[in-house]
Antibody, heavy 120, light 106 residues
Framework: EVQLVESGGGLVQPGGSLRLSCAASGFTVSNSYMRWHRQAPGKGLEWVSAIYSGGTTYYTDSVKGRFTISRDNSKNTLYLQMNSLRAEDTAVYYC??????????????WGQGTLVTVSS | DIQMTQSPSSLSASVGDRVTITCRASQSISSYLNWYQQKPGKAPKLLIYAASSLQSGVPSRFSGSGSGTDFTLTISSLQPEDFAIYYCQQTYSTPLFGPGTKVDIK
């Protein structure tokens, strides 16, 4: 059974750092397309970052240079290192596995989410 | 950049109603369109991918159609567990979700 379990969220001051983890089971992270999405309180969904099986990484413009996506193949875990955090980064962060076929991508499994609050 | 809109932003319906939600892209995205359902406090759930393909395990009362710029999610007979927010998502370029459509009880 595929499972994704996020951890690492919490309260952090503006300018601070946090590292989110997403422990996967039931599939191999290094063979998969993985994404982080987020949802600000009461708002819609926003894609944040992705890492493809070959290791190529992608970021939405608002987090480029501040966030880093990575994975630990030995732990089958996805990470999101978040630096220089801003109030507007406050959100529930979800990791997700992407499936792909014929060029189509879709997040078929999601974790339960972890809340990041950036506030002084 | 591609913009996504959804209509209506919210609707009230009764159990058994046929419900249609529209998603529009600002330029053609072929069939690179997914639909998700989200209930309060829960992660989104994939319903439809590639505009019209039903995700495994999703009830057949859900269907998707469209290509290019205009897409539709239809629930043929609304069930109590279907009251939720529905998001479309384009993956033709940088992934972008629509603003969502809230379906609640009339």
């Amino acid at each position: 059974e595929v499972q994704l379990v996020e951890s690492g969220g919490g309260l952090v001051q503006p300018g601070g750092s946090l590292r989110l983890s997403c422990a996967a089971s039931g599939f191999t992270v290094s063979n998969s397309y993985m994404r982080w999405h987020r949802q600000a309180p009461g708002k819609g969904l926003e894609w944040v970052s992705a890492i493809y099986s070959g290791g190529t990484t992608y970021y939405t413009d608002s987090v480029k240079g501040r966030f880093t996506i990575s994975r630990d193949n030995s732990k089958n875990t996805l990470y999101l290192q978040m630096n220089s955090l801003r109030a507007e980064d406050t959100a529930v962060y979800y990791c997700a596995r992407d499936q792909s076929g014929s060029g189509y991508y879709y997040s078929d499994y999601w974790g339960q989410g972890t809340l990041v609050t950036v506030s002084s | 950049d591609i913009q996504m809109t959804q209509s209506p932003s919210s609707l009230s319906a009764s159990v058994g109603d046929r419900v249609t939600i529209t998603c529009r892209a600002s330029q053609s995205i072929s069939s690179y369109l997914n639909w998700y359902q989200q209930k309060p406090g829960k992660a989104p759930k994939l319903l439809i991918y590639a505009a019209s393909s039903l995700q495994s395990g999703v009830p057949s009362r859900f269907s998707g159609s469209g290509s290019g710029t205009d897409f539709t999610l239809t629930i043929s007979s609304l069930q109590p567990e279907d009251f939720a927010i529905y998001y479309c998502q384009q993956t033709y370029s940088t992934p972008l979700f629509g603003p969502g459509t809230k379906v609640d009880i009339k």
